[in-house]
């Protein structure tokens, strides 16, 4: 069984950063695709970010409402998945979940199989 817990959330200024992290035990990485959804309130879930490591490539791709201020990345090591959160704005504030599929790259919330339990990120204008 595959477990998600992710951490790092927390309240920070507009323009702050934040990194997020997501750890999995059960299993390791390598094998699958994991991305980064966020919900903010009253809202649809969102896709974020996701990566995925396929015969020493990595592959990965942004929502364009954060691409060139996240960046997702990953240690197989440490079986943990990060998004680097920067320039942040009022609108990125959301819960922001990990999920893992076995998979090719998908940026469709329902493709994935195993979620985390999320953690809180708000940003104060």
């Known amino acids: 069984q595959v477990q998600l817990v992710e951490s790092g959330g927390g309240l920070v200024q507009t323009g702050g950063s934040l990194r997020l992290s997501c750890v999995a035990s059960?299993?390791?990485?390598?094998?699958?695709?994991v991305g980064w959804f966020r919900q903010a309130p009253g809202k649809e879930r969102e896709f974020v970010a996701v990566?995925?490591?396929?015969?020493?490539?990595?592959?990965?791709t942004y929502s364009a409402s954060v691409k060139g201020r996240f960046t997702i990345s990953g240690d197989n090591a440490k079986n943990t998945v990060y998004l680097q959160m920067n320039s942040l704005k009022p609108e990125d504030t959301a819960v922001y979940s990990c999920a893992v599929r076995l998979d090719v790259i998908s940026t469709r919330a329902a493709e994935y199989k195993y979620w985390g339990q999320g953690t809180q990120v708000t940003v104060s204008s």
């Open positions: 990566i995925r490591w396929t015969g020493g490539t990595t592959y990965y």
């Open positions: 059960g299993t390791t990485f390598r094998s699958y695709t």
